[in-house]
């Protein structure tokens, strides 16, 4: 069955730069969510998107931002990259429907230098 | 805010052997999930639970949603090494805008005894 994609798989990026997170959801998921999860700790929520529209907004630093679009593929944009963004990125997908499990996505680890 | 607490936090396995954690809240929840994450890979789910009372298995797996709402449990029955990795329960609080953000506990991570 067909998951939900990420990608890159690895990004090592320097301070101050940009990077860009890439999630292709499960087929006919219309329903995406970010969390970011430092070394031994759980995952955090970041934002979740809800049919191209945000849905909600956990601890997201105002320097990243995301949007879902049409094909509801997401994107997470960071910017003024700190070194405490390294982090793994994932991304889950879920259906609209309330209660719906999140599938998670392999994740993206950023190292930031 | 509202917390997962997650217990225990580690614990090591011989093959063959049971294996049980659980979640407890002070808060209501709707949805318990169980998940297990290996090194660098996301979690994967393993079961759902969405009623109160209700029993799931998968496979060796047996969970159980608790009938307070504020609790579940995970029993891993005759484990392999493969059962290795970090178990995470995860919960869709009752009172909360979005159907999607979920609370998750710190995680049980199992190990292989030496």
């Known amino acids: 069955a067909a998951g939900v994609i990420q990608s890159p798989r690895h990004l090592i990026k320097e301070k101050r730069e940009t990077a860009t997170l890439k999630c292709y959801p499960i087929?006919?998921?219309?329903?995406v969510y970010w969390y970011q999860q430092g070394p031994g700790q759980d995952p955090q929520f970041l934002i979740s998107?809800?049919?191209?529209?945000?849905?909600d907004k956990g601890s997201i630093p105002d320097r990243f931002s995301a949007q879902q679009f049409s094909d509801y593929h997401s994107e997470l944009n960071m910017s003024s990259l700190e070194l405490g963004d390294s982090a793994l990125y994932f991304c889950?997908?879920?259906?609209?429907?309330?209660?719906?499990?999140?599938?998670f996505g392999n994740g993206t680890r950023l190292t930031v230098t | 805010g509202q917390q997962l607490n997650q217990s225990p936090q580690s614990m090591f396995i011989q093959e063959g052997e049971d294996v049980s954690m659980n979640c407890t809240s002070s808060?209501?929840?709707?949805?318990w999930l169980w998940y297990k994450q290996d090194p660098g890979e996301g979690p994967v789910l393993l079961i759902a639970?969405?009623?109160?009372?209700e029993l799931t298995s998968n496979g060796r797996l047996t969970a159980q949603f608790g009938i307070t709402r504020k609790d579940s449990f995970l029993n891993i029955s005759a484990s392999i090494p493969s059962d290795v990795g970090i178990y995470f329960c995860?919960?869709?609080?009752?009172?909360?805008?979005?159907?999607?953000?979920?609370?998750f506990g710190k995680g049980t991570k199992l190990s292989v005894k030496p």
């Open positions: 998107f809800y049919e191209k529209m945000q849905s």
């Open positions: 087929p006919r998921h219309d329903t």
């Open positions: 639970l969405y009623k109160a009372g």
């Open positions: 808060s209501i929840f709707n949805t």
């Open positions: 889950a997908s879920t259906t609209g429907q309330g209660g719906s499990p999140l599938h």
């Open positions: 995860a919960g869709l609080p009752l009172f909360r805008g979005s159907q999607g953000n979920l609370i």
